[in-house]
């Protein structure tokens, strides 16, 4: 293996590392705002590692440049919809979860 295999290797680990994490903040997180932050965060961090990842295994600067495309609509895309989701949570009434709170 050459050292661009194995840094595109690691740096796809990572990814997958985040957004494993991502899912586990879905489940365990207590309440639509505090997992909306994890799957924001976590899964557009873990999107960067994948496409950089991928960036070192692209075959030209074209595809390159497809990848940085598609991570850049995935970042706009999950910004939108997360406000769009905490928005109309907070127009239903849904109140951020505070640490005394039990559920």
Same mark, same amino acid.
């Given at each position: 293996?050459?050292?661009?295999? +194995?840094?595109?290797?690691?740096?796809?680990? /990572?990814?997958? @590392?985040?957004?494993? #994490?991502?899912?586990?903040?879905?489940?365990?997180?207590?309440?639509?705002?505090?997992? !909306?932050?994890? !799957? #924001?965060?976590?899964?557009?961090?873990?999107?960067?590692? /994948?496409?950089?990842?991928?960036?070192?295994?692209?075959?030209?600067? @074209?595809? #390159?440049?497809?990848? +940085?495309?598609?991570?850049? !609509?995935?970042?706009?895309?999950?910004?939108? +919809?997360?406000? !769009? /989701?905490?928005?109309? @949570?907070?127009?239903?009434?849904? +109140?951020?979860?505070? @640490?005394?709170?039990?559920?």
């Amino acid at each position: 293996m050459t050292t661009t295999e +194995v840094a595109s290797f690691i740096l796809l680990l /990572i990814g997958a @590392a985040f957004f494993f #994490a991502g899912t586990v903040g879905l489940l365990r997180f207590p309440d639509v705002y505090t997992r !909306l932050h994890a !799957l #924001a965060k976590a899964d557009n961090l873990g999107l960067g590692f /994948i496409v950089l990842g991928l960036l070192l295994q692209a075959p030209g600067p @074209a595809t #390159a440049l497809k990848l +940085v495309l598609i991570w850049l !609509l995935a970042l706009a895309a999950s910004a939108t +919809v997360g406000f !769009l /989701i905490a928005r109309r @949570a907070r127009q239903n009434g849904i +109140v951020p979860w505070q @640490a005394g709170d039990r559920k």
